[in-house]
């Protein structure tokens, strides 16, 4: 059995290495950095994982596939660059920090250290400005690395909305998934995804899952699923425990107020063989172990579970960890299958 890792974090060495990508006046108005309120106040990364030549963790391609790739014999890792692209008032800003770091995931991590190909990219957007949006898709889809779309969860309205479809479109007729990572909720031009703002990191964190399940009610009762049915979207790092009680109340709203949303062709929860993905991390794992297994048999896990790492976060699960916190049953298809089938690997 292989492992597919589908949550990896590169990080550039620096500012300047993002900037070496971007044409003025875009180079010096880029200054960095998250572009958020909450941070972890204790350590952010995983402190074994500071690279051998200096600079921030996760910056070293080699490093990186020393330290976790061949640890844990991981035949692809999902690389998924941050750069909070969608908090940003200036749309175009935005759009030109999406396009270089889409080129430095290209140049760096998917040509010049990639002879092994085991790394796989991810095309990231700005949802904010759908047109632009595309057209990035259109430029990095025919890369033979480049393996879905992604975006943060933070938005200024739940991305089942109209004005998002023209990126499903394009991920429909190219044949790649929209992948959703949390990151910018609350922030810049982004609205909260809790009521207000918490007042502690633990807080903000525990509740990035309601901003997941504000989108996946929203794609499911907006149609977005009978509007693109080839559409696979896939949610990275926002939980799995909390999808089958959610889509077991939408299934009962459904059975008396699916008149309100007549282009519904089938009930909420069976869209998620058929459209939805899930990542492993952060895994909720009770002191019954059991509890937890009785959801992931709820939410169809043998189909649509995959497995992440996180690497090099602080939260980082190990597939060791995974492998003892599941039923061995799931194992192959976690491990491995669900994401070799998604990503045509």
């Avoid at 058929?274 to 794992?285: A, D, K, W």
Wanted: with cysteine.
């Amino acid at each position: 059995m292989g492992i597919i890792d589908c949550d990896v974090h590169p990080m550039p060495t620096g500012i300047d290495e993002i900037r070496k990508y971007m044409s003025w006046p875009w180079s010096k108005l880029y200054k960095g950095g998250s572009y958020k309120y909450f941070s972890q106040p204790i350590q952010e990364n995983r402190i074994d994982a500071k690279q051998a030549r200096g600079g921030p963790v996760a910056s070293d391609p080699e490093y990186v596939v020393s330290n976790h790739l061949d640890i844990y014999d991981i035949d692809y890792s999902i690389l998924l660059p941050r750069a909070f692209v969608s908090s940003y008032p200036n749309y175009d800003l935005g759009n030109e920090i999406a396009k270089a770091h889409n080129d430095w995931l290209m140049d760096k991590w998917l040509e010049k250290h990639n002879n092994h190909g085991r790394f796989k990219g991810s095309i990231l957007v700005n949802p904010q400005d759908p047109i632009a949006a595309v057209e990035e898709i259109k430029r990095c889809v025919n890369h033979p690395h480049m393996v879905q779309v992604v975006v943060d969860s933070g938005a200024r309205a739940a991305f089942g909305k109209k004005q998002y479809h023209p990126i499903y479109e394009a991920c429909q007729e190219y044949g790649i998934p929209f992948a959703i990572h949390p990151g910018t909720d609350g922030v810049g031009v982004n609205d909260s995804n809790s009521l207000g703002y918490p007042s502690h990191f633990i807080e903000y964190h525990t509740l990035l899952s309601t901003a997941f399940q504000s989108h996946l009610v929203s794609f499911i009762t907006e149609g977005v699923f009978d509007k693109f049915p080839a559409l696979k979207v896939v949610l990275v790092e926002g939980g799995v425990s909390w999808i089958p009680p959610l889509l077991w109340r939408l299934d009962a709203e459904y059975k008396a107020l699916r008149e309100e949303v007549p282009w519904m062709k089938k009930r909420p929860h069976e869209y998620l063989r058929s459209n939805i993905r899930v990542t492993t991390q952060p895994l909720e794992v009770p002191d019954k172990r059991e509890y937890m297994w009785s959801m992931l048999e709820a939410m169809d896990a043998q189909h649509i579970l995959m497995f992440s790492s996180d690497y090099a976060h602080w939260d980082f699960d190990s597939p060791d960890y995974i492998r003892r916190s599941i039923p061995s049953h799931l194992h192959n298809s976690v491990f491995y299958n669900n994401a070799k089938e998604l990503y045509s690997l």
